[in-house]
């Protein structure tokens, strides 16, 4: 298999129609969670370039990071707490166009100025979060969930693997 992304240029939506396709193809026929995992964040990053891209999976009742790609970050996060915790709570996708305002915001890096979390979802359970940091306020929309929460339904997060 040919490992090599293909990078385009483009509207939002003319990008996630080529790189959905490919993500899929990464992961498709591959058991393994973390390298399906790490595959999708730099499908993501190479693709497009945010700060941050990754994610936080559900262990012991915490947040713990998981495969990603952009700076270092905070390894545990509680139910409640920051944006990714408010979204496990609340079990849906929250877009922050600006951290700053979000009250209990974690910055995990200070070049961070808008957010996406997306919750994973799978019987009824938020299981993890995909996260995703941006250096451009308001840089996140509708689209981007829609698109997100598409590549997150097509994750097996089957036991063992
Ligand atoms: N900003 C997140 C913390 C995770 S980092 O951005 C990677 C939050 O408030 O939950």
Redesign the pocket.
């Known amino acids: 298999m040919a490992e090599d992304l293909k990078i385009i240029e483009g509207s939002k939506e003319q990008i996630y129609l080529s790189l959905i396709p490919q993500i899929k193809g990464l992961i498709d026929g591959e058991s393994d969670l973390v390298a399906n995992l790490a595959n999708i964040t730099a499908a993501l990053k190479e693709q497009f370039n945010w700060l ?1 891209v ?1 994610f ?1 999976l559900v262990k012991n009742d915490e947040l713990v990071l998981a495969p ?1 790609q ?1 700076p270092v ?2 390894t545990r ?1 509680k139910k409640g ?6 979204a496990w709570q609340s079990a849906t996708t929250l877009i922050v166009d600006d ?1 700053e305002k ?1 009250p ?6 200070s070049l ?1 100025r808008s ?1 996406i ?1 997306v919750p994973i979802i799978r019987n009824n359970e938020v299981i993890g979060v995909l ?1 995703v ?1 941006s250096e451009s306020l308001g840089h996140f929309d509708e689209a981007d969930q829609r698109f997100l929460e598409e590549i997150i339904s097509g994750i097996s997060f089957a036991p063992g693997s």
């Open positions: 941050w990754g936080y990603f952009g970050a905070c996060i707490r920051g944006v990714c915790g408010t951290v979000f209990g915001h974690i910055a995990c890096s961070s957010e979390v996260d940091d």
